[in-house]
Nanobody, 120 residues
Framework: QVQLVESGGGLVQPGGSLRLSCAASGITFSLYVMNWYRQAPGKERELVAAITRIGGSTNYADSVKGRFTISRDNAKNTVYLQMNSLKPEDTAVYYC?????????????WGQGTQVTVSS
């Protein structure tokens, strides 16, 4: 059974920092691209950051470039999202996603989400 469990969300003031973690089980973690998405109330889910299987390449939404950093520890089956200089518009539920596409078969798993609220 595949499980992705996010943690680290909470309430933070503008300009503050949070570090999200996502612990994976039930998959061969190192074979998956790992992504962080977020969904704010009334908005569509958007891709925030992505990291390749061995962490050699990362990608970010323009809105978080220079403020967020995605990383992974394949020995711990965990992906992280370090969020600095947080803004009220970063308020959303953040979701961890594991994705693999091999021989036209797609494997796509999601966590339950963790709430991040940026407010004074």
């Amino acid at each position: 059974q595949v499980q992705l469990v996010e943690s680290g969300g909470g309430l933070v003031q503008p300009g503050g920092s949070l570090r999200l973690s996502c612990a994976a089980s039930g998959i061969t973690f190192s074979l998956y691209v790992m992504n962080w998405y977020r969904q704010a109330p009334g908005k569509e889910r958007e891709l925030v950051a992505a990291i390749t299987r061995i962490g050699g390449s990362t990608n970010y939404a323009d809105s978080v470039k220079g403020r967020f950093t995605i990383s992974r520890d394949n020995a711990k089956n965990t992906v992280y999202l370090q969020m600095n200089s947080l803004k009220p518009e970063d308020t959303a539920v953040y979701y961890c996603n594991a994705y693999r596409d091999i021989l036209s078969r797609k494997y796509d798993y999601w966590g339950q989400g963790t709430q991040v609220t940026v407010s004074s």
